[in-house]
């Protein structure tokens, strides 16, 4: 079994970046490859489409709102691995308005080699935060240049 994991640090509270990402159904809203998230199953599973077309399916494993994670499985993708199981978690840090954002995953390669499969989903979770930084910095430079009304309205949609 292989496992990697990606971190970064957002200049954002955890509870701003919990809000963002932390509903099963709301990749497409900071993930550009996903453009497409349906739910089903109580909410339980998620069906996405990547930015070609290729199905992603999902069922959410396990989810806690106070400590800001939820881990997942894929039931089927277009990727060479097996096994699959992921964890996004957002951890405070020493500074009030920084988050560390983890994303991590173990599997089992099938026809790559562990290296191979390591580097993918790795590339994988290190564009997705980067992504998320990008996503918070927009919606936090939009708040100020609409001002004090605009950041209030900006922090109550995250």
Same mark, same amino acid.
């Given at each position: 079994?292989? &496992?990697?994991?990606?971190?970064?640090?957002?200049?954002?509270?955890? @509870?701003?970046?919990?809000?963002?990402? *932390?509903?099963?159904?709301? +990749?497409?809203?900071?993930?550009?490859?996903?453009?497409?998230?349906?739910? %089903?199953?109580? *909410?339980?599973?998620?069906?996405?489409?990547?930015?070609?077309?290729?199905?992603?399916?999902?069922? +959410?494993? #396990?989810?806690?709102?106070?400590?800001? &994670?939820?881990?997942?499985?894929?039931?089927?993708?277009?990727?060479?691995? &097996?096994?699959?199981?992921? #964890?996004?978690? !957002?951890?405070? &840090?020493? /500074?009030?308005?920084?988050?560390?954002?983890?994303?991590?995953? %173990?599997?089992?390669?099938?026809?790559?080699?562990?290296?191979?499969? !390591?580097? +993918?989903?790795?590339?994988?979770?290190?564009?997705?935060? #980067?992504? +998320?930084?990008?996503?918070?910095?927009?919606?936090?430079? %939009?708040? /100020?240049?609409?001002? @004090?009304?605009?950041?209030?309205? !900006?922090?109550?949609?995250?």
């Amino acid at each position: 079994m292989a &496992t990697t994991t990606a971190s970064i640090d957002i200049a954002a509270s955890p @509870d701003r970046v919990w809000q963002l990402i *932390g509903g099963f159904d709301s +990749l497409p809203d900071w993930l550009p490859y996903i453009p497409t998230s349906e739910l %089903s199953e109580g *909410g339980r599973l998620r069906r996405l489409e990547n930015e070609e077309g290729e199905v992603i399916v999902e069922r +959410l494993e #396990t989810f806690d709102n106070d400590a800001r &994670t939820y881990s997942y499985s894929i039931l089927r993708a277009p990727f060479p691995v &097996t096994g699959y199981r992921s #964890t996004l978690t !957002v951890h405070e &840090t020493p /500074r009030e308005d920084t988050a560390r954002v983890e994303w991590s995953g %173990s599997f089992t390669p099938d026809g790559i080699s562990d290296h191979d499969a !390591v580097a +993918l989903f790795h590339g994988i979770y290190t564009q997705g935060l #980067t992504a +998320l930084s990008e996503t918070l910095s927009a919606s936090a430079g %939009s708040a /100020r240049r609409q001002g @004090d009304s605009g950041r209030r309205s !900006v922090a109550a949609a995250l």
